[in-house]
C-alpha cells in the first residue's frame, strides 16, 4: 500500500514504537509498533483490544530523526509514545512521538519526529493481547 493508504486505514495514537531497523542498501526499513487496535474504527469489540504490528517500507528514498533520539533509534531504549502520524506536504509519513521525563534530565516530556518517504510500505500482524 502506499504511505497516503496507509495513513488512511491506521490510527497510530497512542501505539508505541518498539524497534526500528534500516537497510539503506536495500533501502528497507521496519518498524515494530505495539499498535491499539482498539482505536482503529474496523476493530472488532470481542477480539483482543492491543498487538504487535510490522511496518515494511520498500524503496525508502528518506528516513529522517530528530539528533534527540539518534543514539537508541537502533536500540531496545527507544520505546515511545506516537502522537500522531500524518502526511506532510512533501508527501512524507511523519510520526511525531513524545517520551515520558523518565527518558530527561529535567523532568521534561521530549518531543521528536520520525520522517519516512518509501515506494510502498506492508502492514504485518504479528500478535494480539488484552493489556
Known sequence: MTLYELREKYYFHDSNIEKV???ADKKILTL???FCFWWQPWHEKNKP???LIRLTFEEV???EYDD????RIFSDELDSEILKGELDEEGNLVFFSVETSD???DDEDIYWQLKINAANVE???LER???
Do not use: M, Q, R, T
Open 21 to 23: 531497523d534500516f537497510d
Open 32 to 34: 515494530e509498533i505495539e
Open 49 to 51: 483490544s492491543n498487538g
Open 61 to 63: 528514498s528518506l528516513f
Open 68 to 71: 534527540y533520539i539518534a543514539d
Open 103 to 105: 527518558f530527561s534530565d
Open 123 to 125: 502492514v504485518e500482524e
Open 129 to 131: 493481547y488484552n493489556l
